[in-house]
Structures are given as structure tokens and as C-alpha cells.
């Protein structure tokens, strides 16, 4: 199985900060990567699809980057809605996996 | 708008067998897509279960794959999870979703459903 690993695992950010979330593949996926974001109590919801593709309705603050090995999420403006858990998740191969999560919380 | 809404037993005895359907509405599953299951243990994090095309093909977690079952019905327009031989590491909240970019991305997910694996 492909391993993803996110850091940081957590991060303290304050309503406009730019925050970036990486995230790690233990092999080459090329651009099949996805961001989701999730809030406590519900369903995760897709960010980023094709590692840099925003989702339709998705704000243009969130922004993502990255092939290969290595992607990252921009946040490049907090707004107090976007305090929540992001994952990043690898489509490229079987079987689909996630990285472990990245609690963004109010500083 | 496409909803799904995931129905079943809220808990399920140690080697039993877990069973989920999710109902899906704004959308004919026949026409196309292929619909997932997804699990999240409480606190932690994602775990695709498997995924089944609209014309019947699946795919399952190799970690999974001997006790998972996931079928479509057309006529009902849902989907279901059958997970065998559980214990309490299968306690989780159950996702059911419909995937894009053939199978790659989930855009539309249930409300998920708590599962609890115990006597």
C-alpha cells in the first residue's frame, strides 16, 4: 500500500493567517491526489481533486500543488469557517489510502 | 442533488456480520459512477472499504478483501456492505459515497453511520 503522511499533524492559525499543509506519498502518484476537509460530526467534504483542481463551490482561498512525492494545501487566507481536520488522499493505486489528518485549530 | 443515506444495525456482535445499504436518491445508479463504502474509526482516520461500478464490477481493500462483500441493487437504487467474522477494530462510522474520476475522488458522501462490534 502506498503510505501518506501529512504534517504537521496540528497547527495553531489565527482568521487571516496563510496556512500550508503537506502531505507525503511513500511513492510516486503522480498528480492522483485529493484534499478533503472535515468538521466534527460530519462527512468529509472533497477540496482538491487532481492534486491542484478545485472542486466546483469550493472557496478560491484553499489551493493545492505538488506530483509525484510531495503536494501541499494552501489556505491563503483563514476564515473561521475553515478551522476543521484536512486529509490528503492517493487515488493511483489500489487500495485508495489517506494520510493520518491535520487539525487546523484557532490560535 | 444527489443524497445517500446509509441504513443498518447500530451494533453487531463480535463474529457477525456488519451489513449496511445505502439509499441513494437524485441519481440513477444504473446510469453510471462507481459508489464506495469508507469507515472511520472514532478519532482517527479514513479507510477505504471498497467500491462496486454501476454494472456490477468491484473493488476491495486486499486488507479487507476476504470478508468484504459489496453489491448493487438497480431496482432499489442502492448499494450495500457486508463485512464478516467482525471485531471491535471494525467499530467505525460507515461512509457510503459516490465516486468520480473513475472511482478516484469522492464528491458525495452520506451522513455516515456509527457501527459498534460488541457483546
Known amino acids: 500500500d502506498i503510505q501518506m503522511t501529512q504534517s504537521p499533524s496540528s497547527v495553531s492559525a489565527s482568521v487571516g493567517d496563510r496556512v500550508t499543509i503537506t502531505c507525503r506519498a511513500s511513492?510516486?502518484?503522480?498528480?492522483?491526489l485529493a484534499w478533503y476537509q472535515q468538521k466534527p460530526g460530519k462527512a468529509p467534504k472533497l477540496l482538491i481533486y487532481?492534486?491542484?483542481s478545485l472542486q466546483s463551490g469550493v472557496p478560491s482561498r484553499f489551493s493545492g500543488s505538488g506530483s509525484g512525492t510531495d503536494f501541499t494545501l494552501t489556505i491563503s487566507s483563514l476564515q473561521p469557517e475553515d478551522f476543521a481536520t484536512y486529509y490528503c488522499?492517493?487515488?493511483?493505486?489500489?487500495?485508495?489510502?489517506f494520510g493520518q489528518g491535520t487539525k487546523l485549530e484557532i490560535k | 442533488q444527489v443524497q445517500l443515506q446509509e441504513s443498518g444495525p447500530g451494533l453487531v456482535k463480535p463474529s457477525e456480520t456488519l451489513s449496511l445499504t445505502c439509499a441513494v436518491s437524485?441519481?440513477?445508479?444504473?446510469?453510471?459512477?462507481?459508489w464506495g463504502w469508507i469507515r472511520q474509526p472514532p478519532g482517527k482516520g479514513l479507510e477505504w472499504i471498497g467500491s462496486?461500478?454501476?454494472?456490477?464490477?468491484?473493488y476491495y481493500n486486499p486488507s479487507l478483501k476476504s470478508r468484504v462483500t459489496i453489491s448493487v441493487d438497480t431496482s432499489k437504487n442502492q448499494f450495500s456492505l457486508k463485512l464478516s467474522s467482525v471485531t471491535a477494530a471494525d467499530t467505525a462510522v460507515y461512509y457510503c459515497?459516490?465516486?468520480w474520476g473513475s472511482g478516484s475522488y469522492v464528491v458525495y458522501w452520506g451522513q455516515g453511520t456509527l457501527v459498534t462490534v460488541s457483546s
Open positions: 488522499q492517493q487515488a493511483n493505486s489500489f487500495p485508495h489510502t
Open positions: 437524485g441519481y440513477s445508479i444504473s446510469s453510471g459512477y462507481y
Open positions: 487532481a492534486a491542484s
Open positions: 462496486i461500478y454501476h454494472s456490477g464490477s468491484t
Open positions: 459515497a459516490r465516486l
Open positions: 511513492q510516486g502518484i503522480s498528480s492522483w
